[in-house]
């Protein structure tokens, strides 16, 4: 974005900011404001409720994601939003006692009716997790690993050229072309995080989803990360969940605000962080809590 946030001060204080065209939505008022609806979406999330248990920790949630967009997903921990991006590629399948309601399409196709295999769903939405987690495999089974069991592949020559694609697009080949054959878990976290997402594109996803990708990472780390979060976003839909607004808006282009499993607003991310619709978006975005 254009405006970054350390310049963020100045533009809190000044009239324009001060004098909103548009008075904010009180803090009572939960209903969701700001751009959920988005023209031709890669995903649209239509009234998702999520339970766990007797616990309703995600509200009637309408959103959708677009082509070649990274959309950030933020809000004070436990606000539900790591719930809702599990979702997407049915992750909360696993937890015995987690209800899904609502429709996610995946270009018009609903992942939860019965007959979609989450298998193949899950290689069509990635995942890339908080902290790195390589295969106890070579650096080139870590990535071959995908497209052999889906299929993808027949020969070595076609895996050798995935292999090398996918590194390349993560921006590792060059530090480990030469050393191929060695574990995963040598490489430093930062190049760990890097091949999982070479491991996530290997296997040509529509969408990655990305969890505090960067939370266990150091700040040159981070940096790689984020830059490679922009240039990928060329080719897949991108959302990713941070805690950090400083990252969300250095790589997103949307930005949905959660607060106790409701979304409370949408919009571009510069909209959302410094003209925010909600005064909870307000109250978040300039620290008053979280």
Request: aromatic share 6%; proline share 4%; with cysteine.
């Amino acid at each position: 974005m254009q405006t970054t946030l350390k310049e963020r001060g100045k533009v809190e204080n000044s009239r324009e900011f001060i004098n909103k065209k548009e008075p904010l939505v009180d803090r009572e008022n939960r209903k969701t404001v700001g751009q959920q609806i988005v023209d031709d979406p890669r995903m649209s999330c239509k009234n998702v409720n999520v339970y766990y248990g007797d616990k309703h920790a995600i509200h009637d949630v309408t959103l959708d994601i677009a082509r070649n967009e990274v959309i950030a997903m933020i809000g004070p921990s436990g606000c539900g939003k790591s719930t809702f991006l599990r979702c997407l590629n049915r992750m909360n399948d696993t937890i015995d006692f987690c209800h899904v309601t609502g429709a996610i399409l995946l270009d018009g196709k609903n992942i939860y009716d019965k007959d979609v295999d989450v298998v193949p769903l899950r290689a069509q939405v990635g995942m890339v997790f908080q902290k790195p987690n390589p295969f106890p495999k070579s650096i080139y089974e870590n990535v071959a690993y995908g497209p052999k069991i889906h299929g993808l592949v027949q020969t070595k020559a076609e895996t050798d050229e995935i292999v090398e694609t996918s590194l390349k697009k993560a921006g590792l080949w060059e530090e480990v072309k030469d050393r191929l054959n060695q574990p995963g878990t040598s490489l430093s976290g930062g190049q760990q995080q890097r091949l999982c997402i070479a491991r996530t594109i290997a296997v040509g996803p529509e969408v990655i989803l990305m969890d505090e990708p960067c939370s266990a990472l150091d700040p040159i780390a981070t940096a790689r990360i984020e830059d490679l979060i922009d240039e990928l976003r060329e080719n897949f839909s991108i959302a990713i969940v941070t805690h950090s607004m400083q990252q969300a808006s250095r790589v997103s282009q949307r930005t949905a605000y959660f607060h106790l499993g409701d979304l409370i607003e949408v919009g571009s991310t510069d909209q959302v962080f410094l003209n925010p619709l909600h005064q909870l978006t307000e109250d978040y975005v300039t620290g008053r809590f979280g």
